[in-house]
């Protein structure tokens, strides 16, 4: 017996709705590493930050790996099995990062912790998307969608931070795993056992496509999190990962092409909304990979520990929900997206302003206020109008497929391609700083007995002027996408402006014709009146 819906009968409308966002919420929070809590995991365990950095990117390639398997495991089980088996393998797992020491199974970890919690998350983002938006406007969804995606996710940080701070990292994933029972339990209690569709036995999957999906990202993500520490392709390891990112993506793409049935679909890039919205997300990964440097200014220069800086991340909170205002409004009004989009990466640009002009070393607590609103308003802005731009127009089947790479994309191979870039940079600037400013020491400024203590204002100087001229580079590329942003014709202007080129051309062909026609006249009558000059002469 079919049957809609995810819960019995008794169980009232309000209380459902609650239920879903409730369960939406937890497949949220649930990560395999905290970025707040990285600096805690490294000094207790004593192992590398690299590794659980390494992690914090295999999350999000598991939850790639999930989407294309998304419609065989929704045919395969029931919706109660799905929901209530995520979240006790998300509690196993979990528990297992919290009682182990070895990076390389908190890796692992967190890799299945991304690919299982996207087939519970899935299934509560349909029900929501049609109670949302009953009339298919995903613009509108994504306006409620993100807003909360968003402020769940930085709550839980806090919230995270808080426990590993007070207690310690261990105990905060242990408070994580009896949270995903509970939440399993109340799966169990209030969603019926009905299948809502036809039961599909698990075929046609391509699984050994979906392990080299997992060790190409999973490569490139090593790239991104030890670069900086083993200088680069001056590490064999390093130049061993990347042989194998090239391989595997050699014989993914060949898999691809070759099967009747593909893993992933690469039709979607014949799109031109797809491409450009994956170059947009790009740029977007530029401004998102400036935390980094900002935590390290909170923490290196202001002095703030990483239970403040998590706290701080909670300014950009009413930016998000303005944000999200913002988009419901415009599209429900149907305006145009460039401007949305615009109006995303010029908020964006104006917090590397105000950070630019704010790097000094008296940065006030209150001072983030602005900034962070800023932050949160363009972050908001930008994942829903580039996310609905991107997905436009695209049938169900390459959707799921788009959306997972999409997701590898965003959060992983933008945001992590950036973060090790600008760490590097924010290195070599500081070094090049404390050169600039070595010709200010001498023996008058630096006694031996205060030799250490003078040593750093000039560290922190240098850190100051590394991370300003960064955010000042950021300001100049921020102009520059947001004239490509201006420029790009978004499915319309491209004709527009292939007509004004065209009538341009054409008129500048005009005017040159009756020019040479008028020199030609000209001509003409000045020989006419020659000739009759010279019979007159005759005659």
């Given at each position: 017996?079919?049957?809609?819906?995810?819960?019995?009968?008794?169980?009232?409308?309000?209380?459902?709705?609650?239920?879903?966002?409730?369960?939406?919420?937890?497949?949220?929070?649930?990560?395999?590493?905290?970025?707040?809590?990285?600096?805690?995991?490294?000094?207790?365990?004593?192992?590398?930050?690299?590794?659980?950095?390494?992690?914090?990117?295999?999350?999000?390639?598991?939850?790639?790996?999930?989407?294309p398997l998304m419609v065989r495991v929704r045919n395969r089980f029931r919706v109660k099995e799905i929901v209530s088996g995520v979240f006790i393998l998300l509690a196993a797992f979990s528990y297992i990062i919290g009682t182990t020491t070895q990076p390389y199974v908190i890796v692992l970890c967190s890799l299945a912790i991304g690919f299982f919690k996207m087939f519970g998350s899935m299934q509560m983002l349909i029900v929501l998307m049609f109670i949302v938006s009953p009339d298919g406007n995903r613009g509108k969804f994504y306006s409620i969608f993100y807003p909360y995606v968003l402020c769940a996710i930085w709550l839980t940080y806090v919230v995270i931070t808080e426990i590993t701070y007070r207690l310690n990292w261990q105990i905060a994933y242990m408070y994580v795993a009896a949270f995903c029972l509970v939440m399993s339990m109340l799966a169990v209690i209030f969603m019926h056992n009905h299948r809502s569709i036809r039961k599909v036995p698990l075929y046609y999957i391509d699984w050994l496509s979906a392990i080299l999906f997992a060790v190409c990202f999973m490569?490139?993500?090593?790239?991104?999190?030890?670069?900086?520490?083993?200088?680069?392709?001056?590490?064999?390891?390093?130049?061993?990962?990347?042989?194998?990112?090239?391989?595997?993506?050699?014989?993914?793409?060949?898999?691809?092409?070759?099967?009747?049935?593909?893993?992933?679909?690469?039709?979607?890039?014949?799109?031109?909304?797809?491409?450009?919205?994956?170059?947009?997300?790009?740029?977007?990964?530029?401004?998102?990979?400036?935390?980094?440097?900002?935590?390290?200014?909170?923490?290196?220069?202001?002095?703030?520990?990483?239970?403040?800086?998590?706290?701080?991340?909670?300014?950009?909170?009413?930016?998000?929900?303005f944000g999200g205002y913002v988009g419901y409004y415009w599209f429900r009004q149907m305006m145009p997206i460039k401007f949305y989009i615009l109006l995303g990466f010029a908020s964006?640009?104006?917090?590397?302003?105000?950070?630019?002009?704010?790097?000094?070393?008296?940065?006030?607590?209150?001072?983030?206020?602005?900034?962070?609103?800023?932050?949160?308003?363009?972050?908001?802005?930008?994942?829903?109008?580039?996310?609905?731009?991107?997905?436009?127009?695209?049938?169900?089947?390459?959707?799921?497929?788009?959306?997972?790479?999409?997701?590898?994309?965003?959060?992983?191979?933008?945001?992590?391609?950036?973060?090790?870039?600008?760490?590097?940079?924010?290195?070599?600037?500081?070094?090049?700083?404390?050169?600039?400013?070595?010709?200010?020491?001498?023996?008058?400024?630096?006694?031996?007995?205060d030799a250490l203590a003078g040593l750093r204002p000039t560290q922190i100087n240098a850190v100051l002027g590394a991370t300003k001229e960064i955010f000042g580079y950021v300001i100049i590329a921020g102009i520059g996408v947001m004239l490509y942003v201006y420029f790009h014709h978004f499915g319309r202007i491209r004709f527009t402006i292939l007509r004004f080129r065209r009538s341009y051309i054409g008129k500048q062909l005009i005017n040159k014709r009756r020019r040479k026609e008028e020199v030609q006249r000209l001509e003409r009558k000045a020989l006419e009146e020659e000739m009759g000059d010279s019979a007159g002469a005759i005659l």
């Open positions: 017996m079919y049957k809609s819906g995810y819960f019995y009968d008794w169980v009232p409308k309000w209380a459902a709705l609650l239920l879903l966002m409730i369960f939406q919420f937890a497949f949220l929070a649930v990560s395999g590493i905290y970025t707040t809590n990285i600096s805690y995991m490294a000094a207790e365990s004593g192992s590398q930050a690299d590794y659980f950095m390494w992690g914090y990117y295999a999350n999000a390639v598991g939850m790639g790996i999930a989407m490569s490139l993500a090593y790239v991104f999190a030890f670069g900086k520490s083993q200088d680069w392709f001056s590490s064999d390891r390093m130049k061993l990962a990347f042989g194998v990112f090239v391989m595997s993506t050699v014989l993914m793409s060949v898999r691809q092409v070759t099967l009747k049935r593909p893993y992933l679909s690469f039709r979607i890039f014949e799109k031109s909304n797809v491409r450009h919205g994956l170059l947009m997300l790009f740029f977007t990964g530029m401004f998102l990979g400036l935390g980094t440097l900002q935590t390290v200014f909170c923490v290196g220069v202001l002095g703030y520990d990483y239970h403040i800086t998590a706290e701080i991340y909670l300014l950009s909170l009413p930016g998000i929900v964006y640009t104006l917090y590397c302003v105000y950070m630019y002009f704010g790097m000094v070393r008296d940065f006030s607590f209150s001072m983030w206020v602005i900034p962070m609103f800023l932050r949160g308003f363009g972050m908001c802005i930008l994942f829903i109008s580039i996310w609905y731009y991107t997905l436009d127009k695209l049938n169900p089947t390459d959707m799921l497929a788009a959306i997972g790479l999409i997701i590898v994309w965003r959060s992983f191979v933008s945001i992590g391609l950036f973060t090790a870039f600008f760490s590097w940079l924010q290195y070599l600037l500081q070094w090049q700083s404390i050169s600039n400013l070595a010709v200010y020491m001498d023996a008058n400024n630096l006694p031996s007995r």
